[in-house]
């Protein structure tokens, strides 16, 4: 509807203006023409010219502007007239039939006016037996030019002298002729300033409307092809630009089932020249595969492992957590805001489909940490209940065995309660200045003995009280956030290895005159790294980066991190981390410095 009213409008508007230049162009040309013959209607008026060569011109006027050309006296009677009929060109015209009835066509002879058909051609003189009385007459006569455009009525325009007023036979009623729509020009004679006559100019507008309705005809031909070419094009963008749409609403509604490896084609030519449709998924628990937003290819392992990952999603969440990686190549440009939303739908069924795969490993992971150490319990129990082990050494072995299983058990469901507690909003900070070396020292003397059994060693690079200012903190959480990143960097860590927990000032990230500065924690260790595709996905919940090595020495569950995030953010800071394979990792996290504190400088 709007593409019709877009080309209908101006269609409309156009063919008017142009049929309002055509009737305007014939009007300056009538009262052109008019003007010319004036000095021969005036010769005429006077007496200097016969009636022959006053209607050859007359005629001549009237076949080259295709106009009637009457001449009146200054009392409105016609005394000279173009000899044609009011026919014109092809076609049923109007005709004046008049005088003798010779010539062309079917024009009748009776004295007066009288209809005719086809092309008339007959003497003409006998009108000046006729009295024009028209209001526009009189102002000819009344020496000013006249243009009007109206229909041509006889009834109106023209009157009976009484018989016997004017040599010739009686003549009959006024006809009721048909009223046609003309141009009528009005021109008038002067002698000097006196006005002894006038031209009076009748041209059939039928022609001019019919060139003007032939054009109307070509309007609305184009406006019909450009119609229907920019209905099939339109139809085929929107096609084009719903089509992703159309996909996520799909994808939606198989996410919506649990299926949550579906992906959307961004550009669907592409799509249905590789796929043949819109989407590609494969498989459940198997791998599988899918041509992401910028085209690049992604697929997951049997084990839930992302072999190649989206790099636009991969590069985001870096950027999002403060990481970096080699082999993240920036995409370009987005090209529309459906591919930004196809975009961020992808995206979103990613982390979606990751989150979903880390949960049902987390729930194996889970029941094995679980299972294993009851059945050792079990075993360890039933062995003392049947009284198997007679060996005091052997039963207090056992006995600690069983302890040490059940701190496990402990921690792991201390953990999983930490991290709903704090995700769920309902743990509360008990920020407080607070002296980060007490923390730090507080924390090494707990792992020492850990990593001396592990053969690691820990060097202490904290500065002191008067070096570092105090940190606005929940003392408590922080501690809990050391724990966990010392105990990850002893997990990693081989025998021979040194972990590094150093601390220094950095600027506020969002600098201000009355902004304090912050201070961030580095925690530095000597193992294997951790690899790029990984690095912007370990602080989510549920994920662990050798999953294998976890289950093999039953130690972690994937929610170490994810706590360590929750609550340094919890308090206003940030966490990063820095890895090289083969090179060690740095975690970090920065604490707002306490603003009252007095020492605000860097070491």
Known sequence: MVIVVALGIPALALSQLIQGYFLAAKERELVTKGKEIAGVASDFLEGKADEATTGRILDALDSFVNARVWVIDRTGLIVAASRRGMGMGMGIGMGIGMG??????????????????????????????????????????????????????????????????????????????????????????????????????????????????QLRRYILYAGLAALAVSLL??????????????????????????????????????????????????????????????????????????????????????RRHGSTGPGDVSPGGVGDEITELARSFNHMAEQLDRIEENR??????????????????????QALVDGTVEDEVQRQKYLRLIRDEAIRMNRLLSDLLDLSRIESGKVRMELAPVNLKEITDSTLARAAMRAANAGITIEDRVPGPGDLPPVLVDGDRIEQVLTNLIDNAIHATPPGGRITLSAEVVPSPKPQAASAPYVRVSVRDTGKGIPAED?????????????????????????????????????????????????GSKFWFTLRAHAGSAQLAGP
């Open 233 to 318: 094009l339109g139809y085929s963008i929107s096609r084009r630009i719903s089509l992703p749409i159309r996909q996520m609403s799909e994808a939606a509604a198989r996410m919506a089932r649990g299926d949550f490896k579906t992906r959307v084609e961004v550009d669907p030519a592409r799509a249905r020249a590789r796929t043949g449709t819109g989407t590609r998924t494969r498989g459940t628990r198997g791998a599988w595969g899918t041509w992401g937003i910028w085209g690049t290819w992604s697929a997951r392992g049997r084990r839930g492992r992302v072999e190649g990952r989206d790099d636009a999603a991969r590069d985001d969440a870096a």
């Open 360 to 381: 049902r490993e987390f729930v194996a992971n889970v029941s094995h940490e679980l299972r294993s150490p009851l059945t050792a319990i079990r075993g360890f129990v």
């Open 535 to 583: 690095l912007p996905f370990i602080w989510e919940r549920f994920y662990k980066v050798d999953k294998a090595r976890s289950r093999a020495e039953g130690v972690g569950t994937g929610i170490g991190l994810a706590i360590v995030k929750q609550i340094v953010e919890a308090h206003g800071g940030e966490v990063g981390v820095e890895s090289e394979v083969g090179r």
């Open 100 to 213: 003798m009835g010779t010539g062309m066509g079917t024009g009748t002879g009776a004295d007066g006016i009288r209809m005719g058909r086809g092309m008339g051609y007959g003497h003409g003189w006998r009108l000046r037996e006729v009295r024009l009385v028209d209001e526009d007459v009189q102002r000819v006569l009344a020496g000013e030019v006249v243009v009007r455009r109206a229909r041509l009525s006889w009834a109106k325009m023209t009157r009976r002298m009484e018989p016997g007023s004017a040599p010739g036979p009686a003549p009959e009623p006024a006809p009721v002729a048909e009223e046609q729509q003309v141009i009528t020009v009005g021109i008038p004679v002067q002698r000097g300033p006196e006005v002894i006559g006038g031209i009076i100019l009748h041209s059939p507008v039928r022609v001019i409307m019919a060139a003007a309705n």
